[in-house]
């Protein structure tokens, strides 16, 4: 498994496993507003550039959205990684109840752009399905 680190910081990791074709992102703390912005297009635009179609979000410690965020990963970030090319995502849930809560109308509106949702509590499950699909 080869990855190439797309971003590193006290907020979160990137990187893109370059054969398998998918970002993995990692929170290591709740994240919002700018920073979160920053961080997901980051990610989103070395997906593209590699014309990747897979991503799995490491979401355990992120806690709920503010609703800015939701607005900027439904209205503008969503539809820029489907037409983007993005097809399966593997979330691995927020530990935070409200966090894991808020997820739910996310997944159903990109499930809704036509990426196919895997939802998980592990890691490792996350990894196994997204390169089975």
Same mark, same amino acid.
Not at 120 to 123: A, L, N, Q, S
């Given at each position: 498994m080869t990855a190439h680190q797309v971003l590193h910081n006290e907020l979160a990791t990137v990187n893109y496993h370059t054969v398998e074709g998918y970002?993995?992102? $990692?929170f290591h703390k709740p994240v919002t507003g700018e920073p979160f912005r920053t961080i997901m297009n980051t990610a989103?635009?070395?997906l593209i550039q590699q014309k990747g179609t897979k991503w799995l979000s490491d979401d355990?410690?992120?806690a709920q959205f503010a609703p800015e965020d939701i607005t900027?990963?439904?209205?503008? &970030?969503?539809?820029?990684?489907?037409?983007?090319? &993005?097809k399966y995502w593997a979330l691995v849930v927020? #530990?935070?109840i409200a966090g894991r809560a808020g997820m739910r109308d996310i997944v159903e509106v990109f499930f809704n752009m036509g990426v196919r949702v895997g939802i998980? $509590? #592990?890691?490792e499950a996350a990894r196994t399905w997204l390169l089975q699909v």
């Open positions: 970002i993995h992102h $990692t989103l635009d070395y355990r410690k992120n900027f990963a439904l209205g503008d &970030w969503g539809p820029r990684a489907a037409a983007g090319g &993005w927020p #530990e935070d998980f $509590t #592990e890691v």
